[in-house]
C-alpha cells in the first residue's frame, strides 16, 4: 500500500481536532506497527498507552474480530484488526468484558493464548477506537498519524460541516499549504492508496 498523500491539520484545540475525526476514529484507520508481538506491547510501547490505562479504562477488546481476554498472550500480525472500547453497558457489555463473569459462556470464540508470535517485523494494522477512547486516546494516534484509504478520505471530507472548515485553522497537503475547502478536491485525483492524516500541534 503507498501512500500518495500526507495530509496534517492545525487546530485551536487537541480536543477540537481529535473530535472532528471520530468517525474515521470508529470506522477503523491504519497504523504502521511492529508486528508479530503482543498486543499489550503494541500499546504500551509503542502507542504509548500506560499499564493502568489498559488495564482500568479499555475494558472490551477484540483481535480479528475475537475477544481478547489477556493482552499479554494475543500476537499482532500484519494486518490485524484490533477494536477497542471502554466498559460497554448491558448484557452485550457484559459478556464480551475482559475477564468478567460472563467471559466462560463464549470460550470458544475467545482469542486463544495458544496462538504463537512470529518475527517482529514492520506491519500495518487496522485500529478502531469506541466510545470514551476516542475522545481519551484519539489525539494519541492522530499525533503520530493515522492511515486512511483515499477514498475514505475523500468521503470524510465532502461529508464534513462548516464547524470543521471554521475550527481548522490551518492544513497541509505534502507540506503545501491549501485552503482547507480544497481539501476533498484535493485527495479525490482518482488516485488508489493511502492519506496519511495528522493533528500538528
Known amino acids: 500500500m503507498q501512500t ?7 487546530f ?4 477540537i481536532g481529535t473530535t472532528v ?6 470506522e477503523g484507520f491504519m497504523v504502521k506497527a511492529q508486528v508479530g508481538g503482543s498486543m499489550a ?22 483481535l480479528d474480530g475475537r475477544p481478547v ?33 460472563l467471559a466462560p459462556f463464549r ?3 475467545t482469542h486463544s493464548s495458544s496462538d ?3 518475527k517482529v517485523q514492520s506491519g500495518f494494522v487496522t485500529i478502531k477506537l469506541f466510545n470514551v477512547l476516542a475522545r481519551e486516546i484519539g489525539a494519541t494516534f492522530l499525533k503520530q498519524g493515522i492511515f486512511v484509504g483515499t477514498q475514505a478520505a475523500k468521503r470524510f471530507f465532502i461529508m464534513q460541516p462548516d464547524i470543521f472548515w471554521k475550527a481548522c485553522k490551518e492544513a497541509l497537503i505534502d507540506s503545501q499549504k491549501l485552503c482547507v475547502e480544497q481539501l476533498a478536491g484535493v485527495i479525490g485525483l482518482d488516485r488508489e492508496g493511502l492519506v496519511l492524516i495528522r ?3
Open 12 to 15: 485551536d484545540a487537541t480536543d
Open 116 to 118: 504463537t508470535g512470529t
Open 199 to 201: 493533528l500538528v500541534l
Open 4 to 10: 500518495v498523500l500526507i495530509a496534517s491539520f492545525l
Open 69 to 101: 481476554d489477556d493482552f499479554e498472550t494475543a500476537i499482532i500480525s500484519d494486518g490485524s484488526t484490533v477494536a477497542l472500547s471502554a466498559a460497554m453497558p448491558g448484557l452485550v457489555g457484559a459478556t464480551f468484558r475482559r475477564g468478567g463473569l
Open 21 to 26: 475525526f471520530f468517525p474515521l476514529l470508529q
Open 107 to 109: 470460550n470458544t470464540i
Open 41 to 62: 506491547d503494541m500499546l504500551r510501547e509503542q502507542f504509548g498507552l500506560s499499564s493502568t490505562y489498559i488495564e482500568d479504562r479499555i475494558r472490551t477488546a477484540f
